[in-house]
C-alpha cells in the first residue's frame, strides 16, 4: 500500500501575503473607527455639565452635542492610511482628566466621554474580512 500525503494550503503563501493583509485590516479598522466615532458624537455623548453649558452660552456655541461646540474636534477626526488621527484634547476627553490650574474652571476632574471605536457591527464585518483574507492567502 502507497500512503500519498497532499495539503490544499500554503503557510509560504500565507507568510507572504500577511503584511498586506495586516495594512489593509488595520486601514480598514482606522476607517470605520473614524466612521463610528464621529457618529457617537452626533449621537449624543453623556450630558455636560451646567457649567460647560454655562460656558458654551456664552460664546455662542449649542449646548448640544458634547464634543462638537465649535467642530474643530470633529472636523480633526480622520484615517489617515493605518492611523486614526484627530486633535490631542480628543484622546483627553475619551479617557478623561483634570483640568489645569490656569483654566476656566481649574483643577477640575472631566469624567471620561468614550467615543473612539468603530461599531460593533463594523467590528465584525472587519474580522469576517480578515478571516476571509487569511483562509484566501493559505490556498494554493
Known sequence: MELKITSNFSFKKLSSNIEQIIKDTTSNYAKKTEKGSKSKIDRGLPKLNDVTVKIRKQRGQPERPALKATGSLYNSIKQVGENLEMLE??????????????SMIPNKDVKPRPFISATIKDKKEIQKEFIKQINKALKK
Do not use: D, E, S
Open 89 to 102: 484634547y480628543g484622546l483627553l476627553h475619551n479617557k478623561g482628566f483634570t483640568t489645569g490650574k490656569n
